[in-house]
């Protein structure tokens, strides 16, 4: 009996143990598949039908960004094309994870891509393309503080051994990753290639800061980005040009052609053209020492001193700081009309002149007194949490540039996560922190997605003018 007894004990243990061997088979892992079908694609018909479009945007300098309060970009314009085309609502959403992107489009609920994506046949399955939107090249961005460079030079000239043992890095998924492999082969180079769930201007940001050593970038996004460039040098790689458009389901196909072909009408008739040379172009900052010099001489800001001082003594804003703004805003050109729609002195957006009763054809005068009105209602809604003018101002500025409810924002995320305000710094961080989805998905968050780089540079850029203006008068 004994010797049965044990007997089925060992079947008994070896069934156990070839049972957790199949338990362990089945049981679901941590990392979920990139790909896996968890959405009914609909196609054109049935989405018309369904009365909208789901579409994943990327936010940078040249596709998606905001200005004055107002989103703008060439991606979104040519969405808005397509929009009013259709007579149908566009949902737009922002990943930056490019495989994450990629696998909602190709297997679940999202319709188009239309971040800047190589088209590469293969490089993803199931993934289709739209038509070539235009053509880009491949730069490297290398740190260097000793002899940086805002032009991109020819590979030729780069001296490979800068690339040894470096770090470069790149968005996750990104086509960057096999050319650099390739160029690591053929060059018989050792460097890291780091992936990171970032869009490429972030990276860029942190090559800058001497976080990482180097990055890839499409050139037409590095030459939008040329006036903040600093300890950088650029080399293009030696790659042919790569067709950049869209992406589509390869379950989509009806959506697809009936995208390429509102794309080859914008194209006939030469709006795709104008956007491009509209939005790929380097961000206009202008620069101030031309006129400090003339104000050395002259004892004077600008020939409109006196309507500034007017309006400084009824808002009580220094005069200095307005002149800086506009100085930066239009170089104090009555006439201008920035590509982004902005005009006049004060390079205000038509929806802001209008709620301000401001035309193009106001008078310099009632310009600069809207100015002043705009800064004093920000003024009036920001000084509860700046206890000095410096950072106050530097808010106001700010919220000019952006709008108010993105830097209201920014503040509602520095009273949760730090309990009080204390600068316009710790304002500005957390600014730039609503890139991120942890952040401009927070529930004290109203107004969404930011990208603030670009109004924390312009603000550090009018308070530096602002400086040298007290110093001269």
């Known amino acids: 009996m004994k010797k049965i007894l044990i007997k089925y004990k060992n079947l008994i243990l070896l069934g156990c143990f070839f ?78 994870d490019l495989g994450e992107a990629l696998a909602l489009v190709a297997f679940d609920s999202i319709d188009i891509l239309t971040s ?16 070539p939107l235009y053509k880009t090249k491949m730069v490297l961005v290398l740190y260097d503080s000793i002899k940086p460079s805002t032009e991109i030079n020819d590979f030729s000239k780069l001296d490979i051994k800068k690339l040894e043992n470096k770090i470069i890095a790149v968005p996750t998924k990104s086509i960057f990753i096999n050319f650099l492999n390739k160029l690591k082969k053929s060059l018989n180079l050792n460097f890291q290639i780091k992936e990171l769930i970032e869009e490429p201007e972030s990276i860029l940001d942190s090559v800058m800061a001497k976080k990482y050593d180097a990055t890839i970038m499409d050139e037409k996004i590095l030459i939008v980005n040329t006036p903040l460039l600093k300890n950088t040098s650029s080399y293009y790689l030696p790659f042919p040009s790569l067709d950049v458009g869209w992406a589509f389901s ?79 805003e239009s170089n104090f050109n009555i006439d201008a009309v920035s590509y982004k ?39 009036k809604q920001l000084s509860i949490y700046f206890d000095n003018d410096k950072d106050l101002y530097r808010a106001m500025i700010a919220s000019y540039n952006l709008g108010l409810g993105h830097i209201l924002d920014a503040i509602a995320l520095a009273l949760k996560y730090d309990g009080q305000i204390n600068s316009w710094e710790q304002v ?46």
Request: charged share 20%.
């Open 250 to 328: 390869c379950h989509q196909p009806i959506l697809r052609d009936s995208v390429n072909a509102a794309l080859i009408d914008l194209k006939n008739k030469g709006i795709l053209a104008s956007l491009l040379n509209k939005y790929q172009r380097p961000i206009y900052i202008q620069t101030t020492y031309k006129q400090i010099a003339h104000s050395k001489r002259t004892k004077k800001l600008t020939k409109y001193d006196n309507i500034l001082q007017k309006y400084a003594k009824i808002y009580d804003i220094d005069w200095r700081l307005v002149a800086a703004l506009i100085y930066h």
């Open 428 to 473: 500005a961080q957390w600014l730039l922190n609503k890139s991120q989805k942890i952040y401009y998905s927070d529930p004290v968050v109203k107004n969404g997605y930011c990208k603030g780089r670009l109004t924390v540079y312009f603000v550090n850029l009018v308070y530096e003018t602002y400086e040298n203006y007290k110093q001269l008068i």
């Open 341 to 379: 729609g902005a005009f006049g002195i004060i390079q205000i957006m038509p929806q802001t002149a209008e709620e301000y009763g401001m035309s193009p054809t106001s008078s310099i005068d009632q310009q600069i007194k809207v100015a002043y009105r705009i800064l004093n209602d920000y003024k």
């Open 116 to 131: 800047d994506i190589t088209i590469v046949p293969g490089r993803y399955p199931c993934i289709d393309f739209s038509i």
């Open 19 to 96: 049972l957790c061997i199949l338990i362990l088979l089945f049981l679901p892992t941590n990392k979920k598949p990139y790909y896996q079908h968890k959405y009914q694609k609909l196609d054109f018909p049935d989405i018309i039908e369904r009365g909208y479009i789901n579409v994943i945007v990327e936010h940078n300098s040249m596709n998606f960004f905001v200005h004055h309060g107002r989103v703008m970009g060439l991606q979104y314009e040519l969405l808005d094309h397509i929009e009013k085309r259709w007579n149908i609502n566009i949902n737009q959403i922002v990943i930056n």
